[in-house]
């Protein structure tokens, strides 16, 4: 049985369908790339399979219940990360990994906190505050969450975008690392050639015009 089992989901805007429905099904240790052209939804609907909007057409399934009957199950066992990185530029990296996943019920120590920056190369970087970062540093700091969640599904919007070649190679380990362990991934990629080989699942959005 599926853990993810969508079926002829589809998004609006205004009055008109973004894509063509699309059905797909995913289960531990499988990954899925959603991809299309710029403007077709794929943000939209990977807001929509992380529960944060409303779909307007179709039904989405986590184990074998529906997604808006089971979204407390959901929320415990899946993590977003989108365009927006949920920094707070008030906050350095440290306060700003510690709140985070304090919100989604996590406790870290500080130790924790500094090795997850280590592992994406902000060493020295601790008690900077994250608004003075610079674009690729901030998707960093959002991305060393990855290292101290233990959720099963991960779900991420263009993850890779102002990363430079070394925080991509970090990144595919992760994402590799994560699968080999029986996690699913539900991602966007739009230019990297390397996600597409290590994904088993491809979904390409169609214009509904």
Not at 20 to 43: A, C, M, R, Y
Not at 160 to 179: A, P, Y
Request: contains cysteine; negative net charge.
């Amino acid at each position: 049985m599926p853990l993810i089992k969508a079926t002829d989901i589809a998004c609006q805007r205004g009055h008109h369908l973004l894509f063509e429905p699309v059905s797909f099904e995913l289960s531990l240790g499988q990954s899925l790339l959603i991809s299309g052209p710029n403007g077709i939804g794929k943000t939209t609907l990977l807001e929509s399979i992380a529960g944060l909007r409303t779909i307007q057409q179709g039904v989405i399934h986590f184990n074998d219940i529906e997604l808006s009957k089971n979204k407390d199950n959901w929320f415990d066992q899946s993590f977003f990360i989108g365009h927006r990185t949920g920094n707070k530029k008030e906050l350095n990296c440290l306060e700003n990994l510690r709140s985070f996943l304090q919100i989604q019920g996590i406790q870290i120590s500080e130790q924790q906190a500094e090795d997850a920056l280590q592992a994406v190369g902000l060493a020295g970087y601790e008690y900077q505050f994250a608004g003075s970062l610079s674009a690729g540093q901030k998707k960093r700091l959002a991305l060393a969450r990855l290292t101290l969640i233990d959720f099963p599904v991960w779900i991420l919007d263009e993850p890779f975008v102002n990363l430079d070649v070394e925080g991509c190679d970090w990144l595919l380990g992760i994402l590799k690392q994560h699968m080999d362990n029986n996690g699913l991934l539900i991602i966007t990629a739009h230019d990297n050639r390397e996600i597409q080989e290590l994904v088993s699942h491809k979904l390409l959005l169609e214009s509904s015009l």
